[in-house]
C-alpha cells in the first residue's frame, strides 16, 4: 500500500510570495490533515477534511492560508503572502473515517524556509 | 480542551540501558493516546496506541507504553536501546468524538550514546 505523498519536499521563497505544498493521501482515506510543526514543537493542525468538505479550520490563520481538496482526494495548501514565521515542515496525514478511529499516517513533509 | 505535556526536551541514554519517555495528558474523558516516532527528515511513524482495553500496550520495535488514568499519564518504555532508536519521540491525544485531530506534546529528543 502507498503511503501519504507530498510534494515539493523543500521550498525556499521570500517574504510575501506565495507557494503550494501538494498532498495525495492513501487511497481510501476519507480524512485529510494538514499540521505545521515548527522547529522545536509538536504538529499542530491547521485544517481536517473529510472528503472534500471541512470539518476544522479553526486554526488556520485564514488571511493568508488557504486549503482545498477537490473530488475528495488530493489536496493543496497555500500561504500568501508568507511570512518569516511560517517557516516550518507542513506535515499531510490522513486516516480511515471508520475502523480503528484516528490512526493517522503521515507523509515525509514539506520543509519551507522563508527568507 | 485537550492538552499534552511532554516535560523532557532532550535526553541521552547509553546504547542497551532502558528508557522511559514522559507523557501527561489532560483530556475531559477516556482519550486516544498515541506515541509517534521521527527521524531526522522523515514523517512521523505511529508506535503505539491506546484507545480501550488492557492498559500496557505494546508496540513496534520492542516499544511498550502504559495508561495510568489516576496520574493522567501514558509513559513510553524500552527495555534495552538501541543506536538507530536515536529519534524525536512525540505523545498524542484525541477525542472521540468531533475533529478527531491530534493535539501533540512538544516532543522528546532522545540521544543514544554508545
Known amino acids: 500500500e502507498a503511503g501519504v505523498a507530498q510534494s515539493p519536499r523543500y521550498k525556499i521563497i521570500e517574504k510575501r510570495q506565495s507557494v503550494a505544498f501538494w498532498c495525495n493521501p492513501i487511497?481510501?482515506?476519507?480524512?485529510l490533515y494538514w499540521y505545521q510543526q515548527i522547529l522545536g514543537q509538536g504538529p499542530k493542525l491547521l485544517i481536517q477534511?473529510?472528503?472534500?468538505?471541512?470539518?476544522?479550520d479553526s486554526q488556520l490563520p485564514k488571511d493568508r492560508f488557504s486549503a482545498e481538496r477537490l473530488k475528495g482526494v488530493d489536496s493543496t495548501l497555500k500561504i500568501q503572502p508568507a511570512k518569516l514565521e511560517d517557516s516550518a515542515v507542513y506535515l499531510c496525514?490522513?486516516?480511515?473515517?471508520?475502523?480503528?478511529?484516528?490512526?493517522?499516517?503521515f507523509g515525509p513533509g514539506t520543509r519551507l524556509t522563508v527568507l | 480542551a485537550q492538552s499534552v505535556t511532554q516535560p523532557d526536551i532532550h535526553i541521552t541514554v547509553s546504547e542497551g540501558a532502558s528508557l522511559e519517555l514522559r507523557c501527561n495528558y489532560s483530556y475531559g474523558a477516556t482519550p486516544y493516546l498515541f506515541w509517534y516516532v521521527q527521524s531526522p527528515g522523515q514523517g512521523l511513524q505511529l508506535l503505539l496506541k491506546?484507545?480501550?482495553?488492557?492498559?500496557l500496550v505494546q508496540g513496534i520495535k520492542g516499544f511498550e507504553a502504559e495508561f495510568k488514568r489516576s496520574q493522567s499519564s501514558f509513559n513510553l518504555r524500552k527495555p534495552s536501546v538501541h543506536w538507530s532508536d536515536a529519534a524525536e519521540y512525540f505523545c498524542a491525544v484525541a477525542s472521540y468524538t468531533g475533529r478527531r485531530a491530534l493535539t501533540f506534546g512538544s516532543g522528546t529528543r532522545l540521544q543514544v550514546q554508545p
Open positions: 491506546y484507545f480501550s482495553g488492557d492498559t
Open positions: 487511497s481510501g482515506h476519507a480524512t
Open positions: 477534511f473529510q472528503n472534500n468538505g471541512v470539518v476544522d
Open positions: 496525514a490522513s486516516s480511515h473515517t471508520t475502523g480503528i478511529p484516528n490512526e493517522q499516517f
